[in-house]
């Protein structure tokens, strides 16, 4: 029988053809659940109450800075937060105290314990911020400051006989004032959101919301992406229904300051101390301070210097 030419073709050639089998990716296994086979109690659960001792017996810092106008109330505010007289002062704006020509920064440190957990509370002032008549970039030395305390975090970090305890003064959070006016956000108020919120965690809060109306405190927020807390701070008691409240005494009454129905200081206060203390720090080191630590080692082409002001502390610490 003839066969033609694509008949004589050699078996070899028609091998080729056919691909070759490729062995399937190992996939991982997934790991077993394996709690119900437990033969007896391990106490891996007690890592919680490892961690709870721990915290009790060092302590945790935590740093609030506040901003705003003179006469705003950020002083009370903050001891009414912290239920003490915690900040640079608590009284109101004296008529002979000067009001600072340029901003300036003021820390102050305290010591509070509660249930055997001790917190080292640094509450930073900024006297002077929006009291000029030209108000241009007065924001700037705030963020200096604020990049200070990462380069400070920064230079006792790299070193090499660091600290076993690195002293954190770097800002967990910022509590911003705006002025009760019932009108929109003014622009020195967008600027420094705009040019802040890159370098550390601002809670926007509306000083003395008493002074509004319903009405207008319900059409500010609605202007505005970022929802303002409306407060009222104070640091004295009254008598109402046969129990004392902090509050602020009207004409009209009592304004009570944990009542939700008057202002929203408890919700300020459960999200600054009672839920989110431990977020504001983690989001302070994971991203506000790892995106200028980066920054700067970059910018450096490696680590910052050591200076001999440094050994010689390194010296003293060993």
Known sequence: MFKGPADTKPETAMSELVPEARPKPVVPMKPVGINS??????????????????????????NIMVVGQSGLGKST??????????????????????????????????VIEEGGVKMKLTVIDTPGFGDQINNENCWEPIEKYINEQYEKF????????????????????????????????RPLDLEFMKHLSKVV???????????????????????????????????KEYQVNGKRVLGRKTPWGVIEVENLNHCEFALLRDFVIRTHLQDLKEVTHNIHYETYRAK?????GGLPPVTVETEENHESNL
């Open 77 to 110: 505010l903050v001891n009414t937060l912290f239920k003490s007289q915690v900040s640079r002062k608590s009284s109101g704006w004296n008529r002979e105290e000067k009001i600072p020509k340029t901003v300036e920064i003021k820390a102050i440190g305290h």
């Open 296 to 300: 700067r080692l970059n910018d450096n």
């Open 154 to 185: 920064l230079k006792e970090e790299v070193n090499i006989a660091r600290k076993k305890r690195i002293p954190d003064t770097r800002v967990h959070c910022c509590l911003y004032f705006i002025s009760p006016t019932g009108h929109s956000l």
């Open 201 to 235: 965690n601002i809670i926007p809060v509306i000083a003395k919301a008493d002074t509004m109306t319903l009405e207008e405190k319900t059409e500010f927020k609605q202007r505005q992406e970022s929802m303002p807390f409306a407060v009222v701070g104070s640091d």
């Open 37 to 62: 086979n437990l033969l007896g109690y391990i106490g891996i659960d007690t890592i919680i109450e490892q961690m709870r001792k721990k915290t009790m017996k060092t302590g945790f810092d935590f």
